[in-house]
């Protein structure tokens, strides 16, 4: 069964913005760490944001000042609010979600979503 769905995921071009979603399927999935990573073609996955239940908020280098990380419990989302895209943001966005620590490839991950694409045009 699927765990966690992401959508929202596009084309779009230089400067534009996009929202990510994560819905779980059922509460137990949304754990203590949820993270977004995304992987583009040919590199590694790497780590773009993670929020912790206690609303500690980490952000890659990349992304700061652009992207806002953010959850709702009783909705059982999490969310990705991508501001001033620009092409190498573009990679398939993926969706986790953990009990512990994390790393910043993704070991410690309980559960991934499918991925949703986001594609940056220049």
């Known amino acids: 069964q699927v765990q966690l769905v992401e959508s929202g995921g596009g084309l779009v071009q230089a400067g534009g913005s996009l929202r990510l979603s994560c819905i779980a399927s059922?509460?137990?999935?949304?754990?203590?760490?949820m993270a977004w990573y995304r992987q583009a073609p040919g590199k590694q996955r790497e780590l773009v944001a993670q929020?912790?239940?206690?609303?500690?908020?980490n952000y890659a280098n990349s992304v700061k000042g652009r992207f806002t990380i953010s959850r709702d419990n009783a909705r059982k989302a999490l969310y990705l609010q991508m501001n001033n895209l620009q092409p190498e943001d573009t990679a398939v966005y993926y969706c986790?979600?953990?009990?512990?620590?994390?790393?910043?490839?993704?070991?410690?991950?309980?559960?991934w979503g499918q991925g949703t694409q986001v594609t940056v045009s220049s």
């Open positions: 986790a979600s953990a009990a512990d620590l994390i790393t910043p490839t993704g070991e410690g991950v309980d559960y």
């Open positions: 929020l912790t239940r206690r609303d500690i908020i």
């Open positions: 059922e509460s137990r999935y949304m754990l203590a760490i």
